[in-house]
């Protein structure tokens, strides 16, 4: 095979990457996520944009349960409409991040989601409501 120069520096490349398909050479190379520099910067992008979005629901789960053990805020149903919300956020993000390999982002998207439906649970179970999301089924 001839040899080929690296599409971001010009030395000689010595693999591809397996997002843009361009040779790229060792320097060039995002060990990771195995993409060229370039395409791993969009990776990389992407990862810390889950985490922003996970800060804010974390924040606003404790918000949620500050206010949840107010006496005039325990019966909201607004919390409850809210926490259901944050829960599908939450498995949004697991399921995609999963797919995108990000590690960490679902080890935190795991934790939360935990932390949420536990405290969903308890809201529902506090304001007599027994029948229960069939999302909340998993392994
Ligand atoms: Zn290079
Ligand atoms: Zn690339």
Sequence with gaps: ???????????????????CRRP???????????????????????EADYHRRLNYIKA???FIKDKSREEQCK?????????????????GILYEAEKEG???????????????SQLLL???VSQGIAIFDQGQSKS
């Excluded at 095979?1 to 997002?19: E, V």
């Excluded at 149903?77 to 939450?90: A, F, G, M, Q, T």
């Design 1 to 19: 095979m001839m040899s080929m120069k690296c599409a971001i520096c010009g030395r000689p490349a010595t693999t591809f990457c397996i997002r």
């Design 24 to 46: 790229i050479c060792n320097n060039c190379l995002d060990r990771t996520w195995y993409l060229c520099k370039e395409c791993a910067s969009l990776k990389w992008e992407l």
């Design 60 to 62: 606003l789960y404790s």
């Design 75 to 91: 019966d909201c149903i607004i919390l409850r409409e809210l926490l259901i919300d944050l829960l599908k956020s939450v498995k």
């Design 102 to 116: 990000f590690s960490e982002v679902v080890s935190r998207a795991k934790g939360l989601e935990s932390n949420i």
């Design 122 to 124: 308890r809201i529902l």
